[in-house]
C-alpha cells in the first residue's frame, strides 16, 4: 500500500493498493517492483491532484480580482467624471487610493438654488469594506445635499441618521462639507470630525493660514451628538484647501509624517496660485518628503481659488 500524500500538509489522502493472488508458489520477487511502481504512481497522484488545487485557487483569485476590479469602477463612477465649472472660481480634485478600493471621497455638487456643495470624507478603514461604506455615506448625504433649504450641519444629521438606521458596521466616516456662495464668497461648513480645511492667502503674509476645525463629530458613531455650521468668506485671491489624512500622516522612510505645517506652507509657496497649481505644489512637495515611501492611506485633495478680478489697464 502506497500512500498518498498532500503536498503541502503531508497527510494521507488516499492510497494504491498492489496485492498478488496467492498461489502454491511463493510470491514472485516481481512484487517488490511493483511496489515501487505503486509508490511512483501515489507521487504522480498528488503531483497531479495539487497541480488540481493550485490551477482552482487561481481561478478563485481571477475571479475575485475581476470582482474587485468591478466594484472599482462602481465606486469611481461615484466620483464626479467633470467638476462643474463656477463663474469667478477655479477648481481641481483628486484622489490617489493606497489600495484598489478607497475610503476616500469628494464630491462637488451644483445646488437648485445656483450654490455650489463641496464635500470631503474619508472612512476609518480600507479596501473593500471601507469602499463600500464610502458608496453608502456619499449617496446619502448627496442625496440630502440636494434638498433645498437645509443648511451643511443639517444635511449631515439627516445622513447620520440613515447611516445609523441602515447599517450595523462597527466603522464611521469623517467628513468636511461646505456650501459656497459663488458670487459673494461666503462658505458654510459643518465640519464632522475631519480634518480642519485650510483657507490660504498667497504666501500667507498674515501668518499662519485660517483653518476651519471640527463643529461635530464624524458620522456614524451616535445620533446624540449635534452638528453646527460655521461660515467665513474666501476673498478674491484666496484659496481653500479640502485633504484627508493621507495627506498630513504620509511618512518618508524614517516614519517621520508630512504634517500640516508642511502641506500648508508648501501651499503658501506655490508660484501658481491656481486650484492645480496648488494641487501640483502639494504633491511634489509631498513626493520629495517620502523619498519613494510606499503610500500608506488614501490621499484626497479639493482646491478652490476665488480668481481675482482682472487689473485694469494703466491711463
Request: glycine share 10%.
Amino acid at each position: 500500500l502506497a500512500p498518498i500524500l498532500d503536498n503541502q500538509t503531508g497527510s494521507v489522502t488516499g492510497g494504491v493498493f498492489v496485492g498478488q493472488r496467492r498461489q502454491v508458489i511463493e510470491y514472485s520477487e516481481g512484487l517488490g517492483e511493483l511496489a515501487l511502481a505503486a509508490q511512483s504512481l501515489a507521487a504522480n497522484i498528488a503531483s497531479g491532484l495539487q497541480r488540481r488545487k493550485v490551477f482552482q485557487q487561481a481561478l478563485d483569485l481571477q475571479r475575485a480580482g475581476q470582482e474587485v476590479a468591478f466594484a472599482v469602477q462602481i465606486q469611481h463612477s461615484f466620483l464626479p467624471a467633470v467638476l462643474p465649472a463656477v463663474p469667478g472660481w477655479d477648481l481641481a480634485a483628486m484622489l490617489a487610493p493606497a489600495r484598489q478600493a478607497s475610503g476616500d471621497f469628494y464630491d462637488v455638487i451644483a445646488l437648485p438654488d445656483g450654490r455650489v456643495g463641496l464635500l470631503v470624507a474619508d472612512v476609518a478603514d480600507k479596501g473593500l469594506g471601507a469602499a463600500l461604506y464610502m458608496a453608502l455615506s456619499r449617496t446619502l448625504i448627496h442625496t440630502f445635499a440636494l434638498q433645498p433649504g437645509l443648511r451643511p450641519d443639517q444635511v449631515l444629521a439627516a445622513a447620520n441618521r440613515r447611516i445609523l438606521e441602515d447599517t450595523s458596521a462597527e466603522q464611521f466616516v469623517t467628513v468636511f462639507y461646505a456650501v459656497l456662495d459663488p458670487v459673494d464668497g461666503r462658505v458654510q461648513y459643518c465640519n464632522a470630525g475631519h480634518n480642519p480645511a485650510g483657507l490660504l492667502t498667497p504666501g500667507c503674509p498674515d501668518g499662519e493660514p485660517h483653518l476651519l476645525y471640527r463643529t461635530g463629530l464624524p458620522l456614524g458613531i451616535t445620533d446624540e451628538q449635534p452638528w453646527h455650521s460655521a461660515e467665513i468668506q474666501v476673498q478674491p485671491g484666496q484659496a481653500l484647501l479640502l485633504y484627508t489624512d493621507g495627506l498630513t500622516e504620509a511618512t518618508d522612510p524614517e516614519l517621520q509624517e508630512y504634517g500640516l505645517e508642511r502641506a500648508l506652507g508648501a501651499a503658501c509657496r506655490a508660484g501658481d496660485f491656481s486650484a492645480a497649481g496648488l494641487q501640483q505644489a502639494l504633491l511634489a512637495d509631498l513626493a520629495a518628503f517620502q523619498q519613494g515611501a510606499a503610500q500608506a492611506d488614501d490621499i484626497t485633495l479639493l482646491t478652490l481659488v476665488r480668481r481675482a478680478p482682472p487689473t485694469p489697464p494703466p491711463g
